[in-house]
């Protein structure tokens, strides 16, 4: 489940996120990170946990699909004909790969997530955000050795919706720790705040250390360092920035499922 939510996210969020980058990357940029979305989706669905589905998941199934094959005929078309359908592909993508994380959200509560409907979602939508924007932004940022002659002001663009997912990702875990310790109460077992003061809380502390504070430090370096135009150095930093996301990422969706707190 863990794998198949992680993959789920990182793969929308890379297509998502191509919607703002400028094609001035290039033809190859938008196939590359087109054809990894699909892969990623794909592996999604391949990974998808077995047993019976509620309506929810069953409509996160249908959606995602749908999202996979917009994707796949977009990755098909980049750069050759019927470039007019490009758009529609897009939007069909965008608005199923939507559907299918609200669905995904809306699943996870109903399996024992104590409510957390509405949080859940915001943490599945913030987390799309926060994954594609940082792997979209290593990616531009690598293809600064292929274009040179590319406008720094699109790396920094992306760097500025990826700050933006990053402060949007933080205020929904704030928010989610704050529901969850104010909303326990006696006799339904350890509370939120008895876990994450306890060894098993070793498993929140790092999602909080490595997939939240690594990030935002990395985020603002990232910006610094391309306001000077230092694109491979910007590069460098967002190589180790996506590794910190990934690691909090797969972290809040074990802890979702361990604790049922979308954090």
Same mark, same amino acid.
């Given at each position: 489940m863990v794998l198949f939510l992680f993959l789920t996210h990182l793969g929308l969020g890379i297509f998502f996120t191509l919607v703002i980058v400028s094609r001035e990357a290039g033809v190859k940029f938008f196939r590359f990170n087109s054809g990894l979305a699909a892969s990623l989706i794909a592996g999604a669905l391949v990974s998808r946990p077995p047993g019976p589905l509620t309506a929810a998941g069953t409509l996160a199934l249908? @959606?995602?699909?749908?999202?996979?094959? #917009?994707?796949?005929?977009?990755? @098909?078309?980049?750069?050759?004909?019927? #470039?007019?359908?490009?758009?529609?592909?897009?939007?069909?993508?965008?608005v199923s790969g939507c559907i299918a994380l609200v669905a995904q959200a809306i699943a996870a509560t109903s399996r024992g997530a104590n409510g957390f409907t509405v949080l859940t979602v915001a943490s599945f939508l913030s987390s799309a955000a926060l994954l594609g924007g940082t792997s979209t932004a290593m990616s531009l940022g690598h293809y600064y050795l292929v274009i040179p002659s590319m406008q720094v002001s699109h790396l920094q663009s992306i760097v500025k919706v990826h700050i933006a997912s990053m402060i949007v990702r933080v205020v929904v875990v704030l928010a989610a720790v704050v529901v969850a310790i104010g909303t326990w109460e006696p006799g339904l077992g350890p509370s939120f705040r008895h876990y994450i003061m306890s060894v098993s809380g070793i498993f929140f502390w790092q999602r909080v250390l490595f997939g939240l504070g690594g990030p935002a430090l990395l985020s603002y370096l990232t910006w610094e360092t391309a306001k000077i135009r230092s694109t491979?150095?910007?590069?460098?930093?967002?190589?180790?920035?996506l590794f910190t996301v990934i690691v909090g990422e797969v972290l809040a969706k074990y802890l979702l499922l361990a604790t049922g707190v979308p954090v």
């Open positions: 249908a @959606a995602l699909a749908v999202s996979e094959i #917009a994707v796949v005929m977009y990755w @098909a078309t980049v750069g050759r004909t019927l #470039a007019s359908i490009r758009p529609a592909l897009v939007a069909v993508g965008c491979q150095s910007a590069t460098g930093i967002l190589y180790i920035d």
